[in-house]
T-cell receptor
Framework: NAGVTQTPKFRVLKTGQSMTLLCAQD?????MYWYRQDPGMGLRLIHYSVGEGTTAKGEVPDGYNVSRLKKQNFLLGLESAAPSQTSVYFC???????????????FGAGSRLTVL | GEDVEQSLFLSVREGDSSVINCTYTDSSSTYLYWYKQEPGAGLQLLTY?????DMKQDQRLTVLLNKKDKHLSLRIADTQTGDSAIYFC?????????????FGAGTRLFVKA
């Protein structure tokens, strides 16, 4: 099983350009999340989804949009990239339910984005 | 509020014990987690503890939870150079859109040979 796959792994953008990061999971997980990781700030939640067709805002949603048209895919879009969005982006997924096993996140390997 | 805090760096000698501490603010957390991130990789679950437990032991790992003080710690016995990584404390809480996991800033563990 591939688990959680993120594409692309690396991308360099100019200020104002747009792009989409794709996250795909093959574990039939209900929940999917997008985080960004910055030095000294850990992982901050951008947006998340509790099921196909649903999305919710996390801690730092501004400047990003997401879509969950299919259960296995969660897309993160930057409409007009800014240097402050230079970061490493991680996608994660998990099963639904209250059990601890269900709350454990499976992470992708990350996507490094640089905005010049 | 939702906040998880942990110190940013810890340095230990190989063979010593490492203790990484974390404090959290949301008393409704039912599960607390420790994740490990190795260079260039995503996070992987190390261990977790249910909020009605005080301690959990898993081989070289011991997790202590003080729910009154909202304090979580991870002890790694006989620390090895392969344990060098970033360790994240995390809590699972219910948000308006469903359950979400909130992470601390991560503690970078350096193990000196």
């Amino acid at each position: 099983n591939a688990g959680v796959t993120q594409t692309p792994k690396f991308r360099v953008l100019k200020t104002g350009q747009s792009m989409t990061l794709l996250c795909a999971q093959d574990m039939n997980h209900e929940y999917m999340y997008w985080y960004r990781q910055d030095p000294g700030m850990g992982l901050r939640l951008i947006h998340y989804s509790v099921g196909e067709g649903t999305t919710a805002k996390g801690e730092v949603p501004d400047g990003y949009n997401v879509s969950r048209l299919k259960k296995q895919n969660f897309l993160l879009g930057l409409e007009s990239a800014a240097p402050s969005q230079t970061s490493v982006y991680f996608c994660a997924s998990r099963l639904s339910g209250r059990a601890a096993g269900a709350n454990v996140l499976t992470f992708g390997a990350g996507s490094r984005l640089t905005v010049l | 509020g939702e906040d998880v805090e942990q110190s940013l760096f810890l340095s230990v000698r190989e063979g010593d014990s490492s203790v990484i501490n974390c404090t959290y603010t949301d008393s409704s957390s039912t599960y607390l987690y420790w994740y490990k991130q190795e260079p260039g990789a995503g996070l992987q679950l190390l261990t977790y503890i249910f909020s009605n437990m005080d301690m959990k032991q898993d081989q070289r790992l011991t997790v202590l939870l003080n729910k009154k003080d909202k304090h979580l710690s991870l002890r790694i016995a006989d620390t090895q150079t392969g344990d060098s990584a970033i360790y994240f404390c995390a809590e699972s809480i219910r948000g308006t859109g469903g359950f979400k996991t909130i992470f601390g800033a991560g503690t970078r563990l350096f193990v000196k040979a």
